[in-house]
């Protein structure tokens, strides 16, 4: 069975400070990963996922297969940064599989 | 292009009562996936559809159901409505898969009391 796990709820930091969100997960296979977020009175939107490498809003997340993570990292936070963030995953196997969330995480950034 | 929309926004049942919520999903998009968020358990999967087809299924009891019609537009129906169903339901539609990106729609409240 698939599992993705954010092991915290809340996190707070100041503008400028560097951010890590953590996110394992548990999978036998090669799954797709993906970051969602959700500002305030915001739709649910996709972030990144791993497959494209991209950096998005100065976000950058790293599949590390050995430790079964996505950690989700920018090196100076924003204000606007503050969001709820979901890491999600969906296994490689063709269409007939679907996408599992973990629980989320709150991204405080304060003045 | 049109996001996709949820109908109805809110809604306020009673227990025993049922729902059905409609979704419509982005033009061109033919995977419709549907999900329960609460607090307590976060994003929960109840099932995608693909060319009126039940493709997946989470793990829900079968008081919840759902449909797809030719247009793509899905509903989801709740019967039996208990406390516990009280949730924002959250509707996502992609073009062929939900390995691909999901677009959300604002989701529908239901309280149920």
């Known amino acids: 069975a698939q599992r993705v796990t954010q092991p915290e709820k809340l996190l707070s930091v100041f503008k400028g400070a560097p951010v890590e969100l953590k996110c394992n997960y548990s999978?036998?296979?090669?799954?797709?990963l993906f970051w969602y977020v959700q500002y305030s009175r915001q739709r649910l939107q996709l972030l990144l996922r791993?497959?494209s490498r991209e950096s998005i809003k100065g976000f950058t997340a790293d599949l590390n297969k050995g430790e079964t993570s996505f950690h989700l990292k920018k090196p100076f936070a924003q204000e606007e940064d503050s969001a709820m963030y979901y890491c999600?995953?969906?296994?490689?196997?063709?269409?007939?599989?679907?996408?599992?969330f973990g629980k989320g995480i709150t991204l405080s950034v304060r003045p | 292009k049109a996001g996709v929309t949820q109908t109805p926004r809110y809604l306020i049942k009673t227990r025993g009562q049922q729902v059905t919520l409609s979704c419509s999903p982005i033009?061109?998009?033919?995977?419709v996936s549907w999900y329960q968020q609460t607090p307590g358990q976060g994003l929960q999967f109840l099932f995608e559809y693909f060319s009126e087809t039940q493709r997946n299924k989470g793990n829900f009891p079968g008081r919840f159901s759902g449909r797809q019609f030719s247009n793509s537009r899905s509903e989801m129906n709740v019967s039996t409505l208990e406390l516990g169903d009280s949730a924002l339901y959250l509707c996502a539609s992609s073009l062929l898969s939900s390995q691909e990106t999901q677009y959300f729609g604002p989701g529908t409240r239901l309280l149920v009391l």
């Open positions: 999600a995953l969906s296994p490689n196997t063709g269409a007939n599989s679907k996408l599992t």
């Open positions: 791993h497959i």
């Open positions: 999978y036998s296979g090669s799954p797709e």
């Open positions: 033009s061109g998009h033919r995977s």
